[in-house]
């Protein structure tokens, strides 16, 4: 009568679990950065969306509130509806601004995004990251945005 073995040595298992915990040594920091460069460009994208009623309030006489130009907190961001994100300067030029923090990734939070707009028109992304202290990286910038 033949005897075979089923199953695995324990070597093969211990090679297995040791393949297992060099994947994750490399794929959770790698995730982790992913996950903050994802809120740092969430953040520019909803702020973005405000440009649009502050051009409308350049025209006329529209107030430039947050009520007024329809802002929503956002659960990564440290705004407030009772803080105004935007201001307005008479000559035209003015700013859209947030914080990151909240629910943010601690490696943006502390991030100050702002859009600037000149009296030409015009608008500028700048995020300033000397408030953050947790590791930030140039990978997190966004397109279109400088330091």
């Given at each position: 009568m033949v005897q075979t073995n089923k199953g695995f040595t324990l070597i093969e298992l211990m090679i297995v679990v040791a393949i297992l915990g060099i994947l994750a040594t490399i794929s959770i920091p790698l995730y982790q950065g992913y996950v903050a460069k994802t809120h740092v460009s969430r953040a520019v994208g909803e702020l973005g969306q405000y440009r649009t009623a502050?051009?409308?309030a350049v025209g006329g006489s529209?107030?430039?509130t947050?009520?007024?130009i329809g802002y929503i907190p956002s659960s990564i961001t440290t705004g407030t509806s009772a803080t105004d994100i935007a201001t307005l300067n008479a000559d035209g030029s003015g700013q859209l601004q947030v914080t990151l923090g909240g629910n943010a990734h601690p490696r943006v939070s502390g991030v100050l995004i702002t859009f600037q707009r000149s009296t030409a028109g015009s608008w500028e992304c700048?995020?300033?990251n000397s408030a953050n202290?947790?590791?930030?990286?140039d990978s997190y910038l966004p397109p279109g945005c400088r330091l």
């Open positions: 502050i051009e409308d529209k107030p430039v947050n009520t007024a700048v995020i300033d202290l947790s590791g930030w990286q």
